[in-house]
């Protein structure tokens, strides 16, 4: 719930007679591009022109959603989407806490005169809006853009596009329930947006059941052979090259999820992900419980995140980072192991 100052604000900024456009983070996930599309629809059903910029590629399990037309890749049309952005009289930031994490776009929103509003669940927003919504309670932004539309008096502009575009961010975010997700509103949320008849069951199908034979192939090579579990810190982690991506055809977001199923394995509490790159190794950590990866990956692999799913990079290669991160483990022992 937000003061009813700021949803008078709101209001009066979208109803300014100027475009709004609303940004999300790059390499989106379906709490990115979902939350995006909802807010979208929405703003066009209120005659509001509208549009989204997303700053690279968006994965093909999300782009059957219903708003996807809505969208443009700053990537791939530079030039379009910057006269959006100069034209734009509000820019609403969806899930991302500071300007860093939408990569080259970073420079338009910075210089640009329009008004800001910041939508985010992440940990210590940077300054950079005018309002700034930021509930780190919540498992995806897409609750926080329910209950904005709610308090904006959207409530009846609501249907089953925008319902379907939450339920994605909702169930992306929180592993379909798994985790992130014990505020109890959540599940009021969900309740409401099953009354607009979205098709549960489709959706699952279309979000998960979404692999190409490459990407199944790697996860199991991932786990047969690349699988490293170091029992005594309730660690596990999974590491692939460069060449080991070559040979599976590795397209952008195969290994995304990767870094969660150790966890299937009994005991495990902390999980990492190493990728190797060009010039650097990408790394997600995943913790179950009180271990904070966000902390971890801020003082030892330049990242940060939520206090169970972080990422971070390395500028050493694949094998010493590998040892880095084992040689810093016996120093948590008493955190991850108690
Ligand atoms: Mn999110």
């Known amino acids: 719930m937000i003061d009813n100052n700021t949803v008078e604000r709101i209001n009066e900024k979208f109803e ?5 456009v609303i940004i999300t983070h790059k390499n989106p996930d379906g709490d990115a591009i979902g939350s995006s599309t909802a807010l979208a629809l929405f703003l066009k059903k209120r005659n509001i022109r509208v549009n989204v910029i997303i700053p690279n590629d968006v994965p093909a399990f999300l782009q059957w959603l219903p708003g996807y037309d809505l969208v443009s890749i ?11 952005i100069k034209e734009a009289g509000t820019l609403v930031f969806l899930d991302f806490n500071e300007p860093e994490r939408v990569g080259e776009l970073k420079k338009e929103i910075v210089s640009s005169d329009a008004y800001k509003i910041l939508i985010d669940h992440h940990q210590d927003p ?4 005018d309002i700034v919504i930021s509930d780190t309670g919540r498992g995806s932004v897409g609750e926080m853009v329910y209950e904005l539309i709610v308090d904006l008096g959207g409530k009846d502009l609501l249907d089953d596009e925008i319902a ?5 961010a909702i169930i992306t975010d929180t592993g379909n329930f798994r985790y992130s997700s014990s505020y109890p509103g959540i599940f009021h949320i969900v309740g409401e947006l099953m009354n607009f008849g979205i098709d549960k069951d489709t959706i699952f199908t279309k979000v998960y059941d979404s692999y190409s034979e490459s990407r199944m192939k790697l996860m199991g090579y991932c786990m047969a052979e690349k699988l490293v579990v170091l029992e005594k810190y309730k660690t596990a982690y999974i590491s692939i090259n460069q060449e080991e991506l070559k040979k599976f055809n590795h397209q952008i977001g195969d290994t995304e999820g990767f870094v969660n199923i150790p966890f299937s394995i009994s005991g495990i509490r902390f999980t990492a992900l190493f990728i190797e790159k060009s010039g650097l190794v990408k790394i997600s ?3 179950k419980g ?17 206090r169970n799913a972080a990422g971070g990079e390395e500028k050493l290669s694949l094998a010493d980072t590998l040892s880095k991160f084992e040689s810093l483990l016996s120093d948590y022992e008493n955190e991850l192991c108690n």
């Open 285 to 287: 950590f995943r913790s």
């Open 126 to 129: 940077s300054d950079f809006a």
């Open 74 to 84: 700053f990537k791939n049309e530079r030039t379009k989407c910057s006269e959006m």
């Open 16 to 20: 300014q007679g100027k475009p709004v």
């Open 290 to 306: 009180a271990f904070p990866v966000n902390s971890f990956s801020e003082k030892h692999f330049n990242g940060g995140g939520h």
């Open 164 to 168: 379907t575009s939450l339920y994605v």
